[in-house]
T-cell receptor
């Protein structure tokens, strides 16, 4: 069965450092992989989308990599700030029915 | 752009009551909307895909007679939890997409508590 795993339940880092979040999947061949941010009691907010034929995507302080051989995506936040504290979800999109399958999420806590 | 509004944001009601949740795309048309349920500290679980003008497609294990979905226009989908019971208490979130391979845009969710 399809499985999506994100690294550890919580990641604590110091302000200014780079946060790296991992998304691993099995039994899946996504056409797209998406990253969302979710704050407590709110709906997810879209951050970045990367296609299966793309290796890397950047947006301001965010960077996503996608390795379809390893079946893994890495999500980086450089120069992290306390405001970056949230839960980050990866989601796989098969590209046909547009149904997203979400990972378990990683809670990031950035401290001063 | 691509704003999705969801109402109400919070509902508390007695067991046996039916509750309707609205999901609107404010500045774009959405032929497809999605309904998710999220339990505390868990990820989003897709319940159903709502298609404008046709019947919703439900995920395995989701009772279609329990969770009624209506997508009457290109900007509005509703989820009605019929005869709600305490086990239906959860965070319900809707989303809308602008096209295949495009990100989904989420509402802010509805916290449903059944007493």
């Amino acid at each position: 069965s399809q499985k999506i795993e994100q690294n550890s339940e919580a990641l604590n880092i110091q302000e200014g450092k780079t946060a790296t979040l991992t998304c691993n999947y099995t039994n899946y061949s996504p056409a797209y992989l998406q990253w969302y941010r979710q704050d407590p009691g709110r709906g997810p907010v879209f951050l970045l989308l990367i296609r299966e034929n793309e290796k890397e995507k950047r947006k301001e302080r965010l960077k996503v990599t996608f390795d379809t051989t390893l079946k893994q995506s890495l999500f980086h936040i450089t120069a992290s700030q306390p405001a970056d504290s949230a839960t980050y979800l990866c989601a796989l999109d098969p590209g046909t029915a547009s149904k997203l399958t979400f990972g378990t999420g990683t809670r990031l806590q950035v401290t001063l | 752009g691509a704003v999705v509004s969801q109402h109400p944001s919070w509902v508390i009601c007695k067991s046996g009551t039916s509750v309707k949740i609205e999901c609107r795309s404010l500045d774009f048309q959405a032929t497809t909307m999605f309904w998710y349920r999220q339990f505390p500290k868990q990820s989003l679980m897709l319940m159903a895909t709502s298609n404008e003008g046709s019947k919703a497609t439900y995920e395995q294990g989701v009772e279609k007679d329990k969770f009624l979905i209506n997508h009457a226009s290109l900007t509005l989908s509703t989820l009605t939890v019929t005869s709600a019971h305490p086990e239906d208490s959860s965070f319900y979130i809707c989303s809308a997409e602008t096209g295949t391979g495009q990100p989904q845009h989420f509402g802010d969710g509805t916290r449903l508590s059944i007493l």
